[in-house]
């Protein structure tokens, strides 16, 4: 559960590193998207339902509390209305001078679909294999170091398995894709909540909820409040602020480092 949650709030951590490696723009403002800020309810959402479920414990089915059933399917109707959204929106980002939209790059046809493919299986499954090498290292840290699992959930593992999404990030950014960058992270957040319901399933000794204690609780708070200053940014579109930044990125940066400060001193 730390993993997952303090994922989520490390991912978005990463969106404040790509404001800072853009310099032409504030990131939020260049990377507008109806279908970013959307996806970003659905992880608001999915995150409340999180909390709904450990506010009431003792409703599983099975094991499975209903929650995990429900942050499924809300997961989905989001899909489904992101994607009607964006055939038929009923809001749209007004184009300024520093507005960015994403192309297609003229040299994409150069490799096949099959070739892509498989390097994206590829790709996929070493990285699959390290986030498991990684977990099993973790837990052999807990042991000889003595570490809180909270802590090294939220931290080491949350971090570690998240630099992929750094990496893409910039990476998108520096090639000009800011769209994918922005919606790469929140909606890879809005997916990683799915593992929270994955996680219930998998642990057998009744609903995972009941389980965690009051540090996952104020992850989960502190991935939403930092969710909710960067859909403010996406929403009020500051061009530039100070040193180029937009009030979001010094808020989510803030809001992080202060509620991991808060965490580790519990």
């Not at 310099?23 to 995150?47: D, F, I, P």
């Not at 965690?212 to 500051?238: H, P």
Request: glycine content about 10%; some cysteine; overall charge neutral.
């Amino acid at each position: 559960m730390s993993n997952s949650l303090g994922g989520i709030a490390a991912q978005t951590l990463f969106l404040a590193a790509a404001d800072i490696a853009y310099r032409k723009a504030n990131l939020e403002h260049a990377a507008a998207s109806l279908e970013n800020m959307l996806q970003g309810t659905v992880l608001l959402g999915a995150l409340s339902l999180v909390v709904m479920a450990v506010a009431a414990p003792g409703l599983e089915v099975a094991g499975v509390h209903p929650v995990s059933v429900m942050v499924v399917g809300f997961y989905v109707l989001g899909l489904k209305v992101t994607q009607s959204a964006r055939d038929v929106p009923g809001w749209q980002a007004k184009i300024t001078a520093n507005t960015r939209q994403d192309e297609p790059e003229t040299d994409a046809g150069k490799l096949s679909l099959s070739r892509l493919v498989i390097s994206f299986c590829v790709l996929a499954g070493i990285t699959a294999v390290a986030g498991f090498m990684v977990s099993r290292a973790a837990e052999g840290a807990i042991e000889v170091f003595g570490l809180s699992e909270s802590i090294a959930g939220a931290f080491l593992t949350a971090i570690v398995t998240s630099l992929p999404e750094l990496v893409t990030t910039v990476a998108a950014v520096r090639r000009g894709a800011l769209t994918l960058a922005v919606g790469g992270i929140i909606g890879g957040n809005a997916f990683d909540v799915l593992f929270i319901a994955a996680s219930d399933v998998a642990y057998r000794e009744g609903s995972i909820y009941a389980a965690i204690g009051n540090q996952q609780l104020f992850l989960t708070a502190v991935a939403m409040a930092m969710t909710a200053a960067l859909l403010m940014g996406l929403l009020r579109r500051q061009e530039k602020g100070p040193a180029g930044l937009g009030f979001e990125t010094v808020l989510v940066i803030a809001l992080y480092f202060a509620g991991s400060s808060i965490l580790v001193m519990r």
